[in-house]
């Protein structure tokens, strides 16, 4: 497409890297040599903390990649000490990274957003057709709607960019963790981009 470039990729790199991360089947010697461009994430789900008042959500990364094998270099080349991701009034909650519990399930963390969806009775958004403000949807899962056939569209990918970037945590799992929608975009990439997508983000 002619909006589509490696410039575009670099300004949404996050994305992309994320995609990627949670979906791509990495050798040991790949993710050696991406180290410092693929993330791991949190390394945990997202949770309730002080009974329900506050919502902590993960970043998404390799620890829900369920094509890795983590040999030993892997888990000393990435491993992080626990984050303290919450100090509440009750007691402190950490991200703990723990190797032997991965690939964590995606599922676990779609119906975690799911649930918070129904939970603060949210009918849905949408952005316009410029991109401007959000409009009212009708059901978290019309975010998954189309996803599981046809080429993905500049335009399409576009939206589902400006819903990762606006941190509207709720709808993220709803196509992030889609492995057609990681297809469909990994054919798009080697259908409009002749050189390797690791080489935009060195």
Known sequence: MDNFSLTYLKENKSFFLTLFAIHFPFSEDELIELKSVISLGSGGYSMDVDSGSHTIWAQYGLAFNQNIKWTVV???LYFKKSELKYA???SDEWF????NQFPLNPDTEID????????NDIKGFEFDDEGNGLSPMTDWGEY????DYGEVSHEEITKLIKIYQSNFQM????????NSFFE???????????????????
């Open 88 to 90: 509440g009034a009750g």
């Open 112 to 119: 975690f957003a799911k649930d918070k969806w129904l939970e």
């Open 144 to 147: 998954n709607l189309g996803m």
């Open 74 to 76: 892997l888990k000393e």
């Open 184 to 202: 469909r975009v990994k054919q798009f990439l080697h259908n409009t981009v002749s050189t390797s997508l690791w080489i935009v983000f060195f």
């Open 171 to 178: 709808l993220i799992p709803s196509f992030i963790f889609s």
């Open 96 to 99: 703990i990274v723990d190797f």
